[in-house]
Structures are given as structure tokens and as C-alpha cells.
């Protein structure tokens, strides 16, 4: 813990305490005030791992700003990175508008940006005039989708009750042996703390088992769409036969939320942002650009 001076105020500057309680139930109580949800349910589980850190503030003993990063190991094109991702970005209101998220990025930018291949962050559309201030650029992401037909007339998918100790154990097994890097351009490595996150929080209901290709689905079904988040099993696995065995007949369009490797059945358009735009470091956008690429959805920290 240090003390620094902001405008004239004396804070304390803490990082990486998730395992201080009284610190962590701040961490928390503040999350929860301005996004809605917290970590501790994923902390209890033993899956808030060394990857999550918070950058955090204090006034006496309550933590009034944020910035954390989640360090994140990457195949991308075939080659290994380590990214950084910066979130949970968050002022109390009461403390806004004094600089104490310029001075946590700050420190952010100054420990990691030459410890890592890129750093990035997805902003909502009220402060897209910040980050440019600290190096950072807007890029586009690129979706695939594709109509579909033929789809089986009987579900063989199992649909996972997440809360369940067994279900957990499944996808904890199936990610920590998934060979199914190789469907996906930008691939997330060692991502079962993210997967675990998603699974207990927004997650939870999305989860499927396909037993026949041992892969666990996870994919959202709105309408006739389908939203085919990620796969992971230890075999290697067809997409297209993954689509056809987790649609029902329902299903006309399917939407991934990864950049599949082979895009030729896939229409590639610019991805629709629903008010979050992602933001990389300078003189790493064209990554993006060139290669008609999205970070997958559950790489979002």
C-alpha cells in the first residue's frame, strides 16, 4: 500500500488484494454500485485466479476507484501472445471528476505496456473521448454468420444445470483438455477462470454438453437465431457439425461470437456494438482490420 497525492487529496494506492476480505467486500460493494454484479461468488469458487488484478484507490477504508486488468494468453494467427485487458474501470460518483482513473490508468499503461503484445479495453459510448488520451484507438471487430438448414428435428444436446458441483467438473474438464483452438483465429489459452466466470454470472443457462463430439457448447438461442458463443473438447471438432447437432429446427441463422478459421461459408460484416467499442493500444489496429477479426465473447473480462 502506498500514498499518493490527487488534486490535493491523499489517497492509498492498493493492487492485487483479492484475498484481503475487507478490501475485496469494498472491491465488491462498488462493482455491484456501478455495474450491477460482483466477484465474489467467482472468488469463492477458487477461479479468481493471479490473471485478475485490481488497480484500486482508497479513501480510509473503502475503495472509491478502479482499473483492473486481466492478463490473458492469446493464439493468435497461430502464434502465442499475452494481452492485456484492461476493465472494471469505475470512480464512486461522489469522487469523479478528480483524476483518480487518469492516475490508475496511468500506472497501468506504465507497469504493462512494454510486458505484454497488446493492451486493449471495450468502453461504452459515454466516454469514447477518454481513452484516446492515453494512447489508445478505436477499432472495428468483424462477425461471421451464416443462413442454415437441415438442422436435426430432435435436440441432442444436453443442457447443463451450472449450479450443480457435476456440471461444473464437466466443463472444467472439457476446457482444461480442449483441443479447439484450431476452429478459431483469436483463441483464447488457459481460459478456464473467464469460462468458469461466465458460467456462475451471465452465463449460466447457455451451457450444453454434446456428447457425441464430448464438446462442451456454449450458445444462446433468440427466435431463430442461434448465438454460438465458444467450444471447447478434448477431441478435434467440425463447427459445421457442431452447428447442425446443437440448432434445432427452429434455427435459420447462426452467429458466431468468435472468428471462426475458415470464414469461406460465413458473410463477415462489421460487428453490430451495442454501445461498447473496443479500444487497442496504437500501432495494433490494424490487426483487426486486416484480418476481419473479433475478440470472442467469453475474452471478455
Known sequence: MGKILIDGKEY???????????????????????????FEQWFQTGYWGNGYIPYSLLDGEDIIANVSISIIDFLVLGESKK????????????????????????????????KCDMLYLFANDSVLNFYPKFGFKAVNEY??????????????????????GSSRRLVIEKVNNSLSTSISKLTVLNNI???????????????????????????EF????????????????????????ISNKEVTTVVLGFSPSDTGSYC??????????LFVMKDKEDLFQNNKLMFSVLSHA
Do not use: H
Not at 485487458?85 to 490508468?105: C, E, K
Not at 463477415?268 to 467499442?277: A, C, G, M, P, S
Open 83 to 114: 494481452y492485456i485487458q484492461i476493465g472494471t474501470v469505475m470512480t464512486d460518483p461522489a469522487y469523479r471528476n478528480q483524476g483518480l482513473v487518469r492516475f490508475l490508468m496511468e500506472t497501468v499503461i506504465k507497469e504493462w505496456k512494454n
Open 143 to 164: 462477425q461471421c454468420s451464416k443462413t442454415i438448414t437441415n438442422n436435426n428435428e430432435n435436440i441432442v444436446s444436453e443442457k447443463l444445470d451450472m449450479s450443480l
Open 12 to 38: 492509498a494506492f492498493i493492487k492485487d488484494y483479492k484475498n484481503n476480505d475487507l478490501y475485496r467486500k469494498s472491491y465488491n460493494s462498488l462493482t455491484k454500485k456501478i455495474y450491477g454484479f460482483d
Open 222 to 245: 433468440e427466435g431463430d437465431t442461434l448465438y454460438l458463443q465458444d467450444i471447447f473438447s478434448p477431441l478435434e471438432v467440425n463447427l459445421d457439425n457442431i452447428i447442425k447437432n
Open 268 to 277: 463477415v460484416n462489421l460487428l453490430q456494438k451495442d454501445d461498447t467499442t
Open 193 to 219: 477462470g473467464l469460462v468458469i466466470f461466465y458460467s456462475i454470472s451471465f452465463m449460466s443457462n447457455n451451457f450444453y454438453y454434446l456428447r457425441e463430439q464430448d464438446a462442451i457448447v456454449i450458445a
